[in-house]
């Protein structure tokens, strides 16, 4: 065989293995290519080799040179795909290079609910002005969430239809009914039936009731309920109290006012309206515990005496962001909650 010929078949037979050993991507490739260039018995260098003895003997020399350097080049084509698959590095380069400086694609990261982030700022606001965060059950008895608050059997406010009671069979054998809490006002009771006076808590959580879903009404929503037990206590406390946290909590110089109302277990009672933004918006209600309610717990009337209030949590986040419509806060759309 003529030395150019030989030459030839040995440049084809190194650009080929390199080929095949650089688009080798995953174990079994590399595997075969080196079976096929490779092999000790069938492998194509070995076969190239073989075709040395046809070369004239004078130019055996020149081609076995030749070859001892083709033989290394697939050698270390084998060497390097084996080495690359081993690092888990790059694979095979296909198309334009990776560029390291590009910016990254940004990764979102979940966040608290707005609520959630509301009740954390609330029990700080108000941890500052001396109140501790009390909690209660949200399945509850008729006794803390009506009788003790002084709501009599026959006071509408227990109408099955104005609450979320618990099908009989939940009810515990023999005792009152249960009921998902219509109002945190509960936590009061269960708080001063285990704590003697003062008492300086709050409590939030979610309260549950039968209203039809509309743009400041939703069925399960937050309430803040505070409670001070004290010797000397009146309405200005109540009012100082409120004006500072809601001064805290929107900002400025918020005004306040009170505007007669009822509760049961508040006497007097009123609701309570926060000037801001040039309205008069009504956040809930409070008043001088009723001294029926001091006494179903076991306190002394005649000793202490204190307020009490609940605020609406949706109804203060949606002001202090502008939120219009309280069902935004439950819709799981992440494209809002995304926003706090
Ligand atoms: C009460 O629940 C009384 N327990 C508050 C209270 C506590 C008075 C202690 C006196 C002493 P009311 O039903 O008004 O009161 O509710 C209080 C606040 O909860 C409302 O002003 C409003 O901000 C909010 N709220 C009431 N119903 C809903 C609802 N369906 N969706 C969202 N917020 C509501």
Redesign the pocket.
Known sequence: MALAEFLQQLDDLASAAEQAFGSADDAESVEAARVEYLGAKQGRVKAVQKQMGGIDSTDRRAAGMRFNEVKQRVEAAFQAATERLASGGPRVQRGPHFDPTLPGTPVRSGRLHPITQTIEELKDIMGRLGFSAAEGPEIEDEWHNFEALNIPREHPARDPLDNFYLSAAEKLAGDSPLLLR????TV?IRVMESTPPPVRIISLGR?Y?P?TADA????M?H?M??LLIDRHVTMADLKSVLRLFATSYLGGDVHIRFRPSF?P??EP?V?VDYHWNDQWI??????MVDPNVLRAVGYDPEQVIGF?????V??LCMRRHRITD?REFYKNDVRFLHQF
């Open positions: 219509s109002q945190t006002s009061q309260v009731r209203d400041t009404h939703y069925p929503f309430q309920e505070g509760f277990f508040t009672s609701e009504e956040f809930g209600g409070a008043g009490a209030f609940g605020l609406g949706e109804r309280i």
